[in-house]
C-alpha cells in the first residue's frame, strides 16, 4: 500500500505564483525526500529531509517536515513554465533497510 | 556526479520473447540498486531490491521467476522479464546508492525504460 498520500492529485497555476503540495504517512520514517519527474522521464531528486529536522531549503523549494503530524509539504516560490511536472514525495521507513515508498504524486502545471 | 544510466530507454517486444534491461551506476559504486515499475498517471512501485554479490530480495506480489534480477558487479544491475505478455508493459525505472560508510540515504534514478510488449 501507498506510504505516503500527496495531495493536491493535481494542481494547475500561473507562473509567478507560489504552488504548495501536501504529503501524508503512516508509520515512523527516517527521512522523507521529494523527486520531481518529467513526463516519460526518470526522478529527478529535489531534496531529502531527515525525521530530527523541521524544515529545509534549496534554492526557491521549501520543504517542511512535521513527524507529529505525520505530514510534509513542499513550496515552489516563484513559479516557472518549467517547473510543470509530476512532484512525488518518498518516506525512507524506520526498519525498511533503506526502501523508499513513494506517494501518488501531485501533477503541478504551470501557466506561462 | 551520481549518475545512473539504463539501456534500452525503450524497447518493443514480442509476446512470449524475453528482454533484458540494464541499470548502470556510472561514476559511483553501487552496493544496493532498487527495480520500480510505473504505469501511466501513476506511482512508482517498488518490485525488487537488488545487493551486489546476493539474490534479489522481491516486494510481495513481484514474480521473482518472471522478473529475473542479476547485480553481479558494483556498477551493474540487470532485470530481465521473461516470457513478456501485454500486462508487463510498464516504465521500468531502476535506482542506486552506495550503502558503504558514510551511508548516504540519498538514491540516484536512472532514465527509465519504457517496454512495449504486443
Known amino acids: 500500500s501507498q506510504q505516503g498520500e500527496e495531495d493536491p492529485q493535481a494542481l494547475s497555476i500561473q507562473e509567478g505564483e507560489n504552488a504548495t503540495m501536501n504529503c501524508s504517512y503512516k508509520?515512523?520514517?527516517?527521512?522523507l525526500q521529494w523527486y520531481r519527474q518529467n513526463s516519460g522521464r526518470g526522478l529527478v531528486h529535489l531534496i531529502l529531509i531527515r525525521s530530527n529536522e523541521r524544515e529545509k531549503h534549496s534554492g526557491r523549494l521549501r520543504v517542511t517536515l512535521d513527524t507529529s503530524k505525520k505530514s510534509s509539504s513542499l513550496l515552489i516560490t516563484a513559479s516557472r513554465a518549467a517547473d510543470t511536472a509530476s512532484y512525488f514525495c518518498?518516506?525512507?521507513?524506520?526498519?525498511?533497510?533503506?526502501?523508499?515508498?513513494f506517494g501518488k504524486g501531485t501533477l503541478l502545471t504551470v501557466n506561462p | 556526479g551520481a549518475v545512473v544510466s539504463q539501456h534500452p530507454s525503450w524497447v518493443i517486444c514480442k509476446s512470449g520473447t524475453s528482454v533484458k534491461i540494464e541499470c548502470r551506476s556510472l561514476?559511483?559504486?553501487?552496493?544496493?540498486m532498487f527495480w520500480y515499475r510505473q504505469f501511466p498517471k501513476q506511482s512508482l512501485m517498488l518490485m525488487a531490491t537488488s545487493n551486489e554479490g546476493s539474490k534479489a530480495t522481491y516486494e510481495q506480489g513481484v514474480e521473482k521467476d518472471k522478473f529475473l534480477i542479476n547485480h553481479a558487479s558494483l556498477t551493474l544491475s540487470t532485470l530481465t522479464v521473461t516470457s513478456a505478455h501485454p500486462e508487463d508493459s510498464s516504465f521500468y525505472i531502476c535506482?542506486?546508492?552506495?550503502?558503504?560508510?558514510?551511508?548516504?540515504?540519498?538514491?540516484?534514478f536512472g532514465p527509465g525504460t519504457r517496454l512495449t510488449v504486443t
Open positions: 518518498a518516506t525512507d521507513v524506520k526498519g525498511s533497510n533503506y526502501k523508499l515508498t
Open positions: 508509520t515512523s520514517i527516517n527521512n
Open positions: 535506482s542506486a546508492n552506495d550503502r558503504r560508510p558514510p551511508v548516504s540515504y540519498e538514491q540516484y
Open positions: 561514476d559511483f559504486q553501487a552496493t544496493t
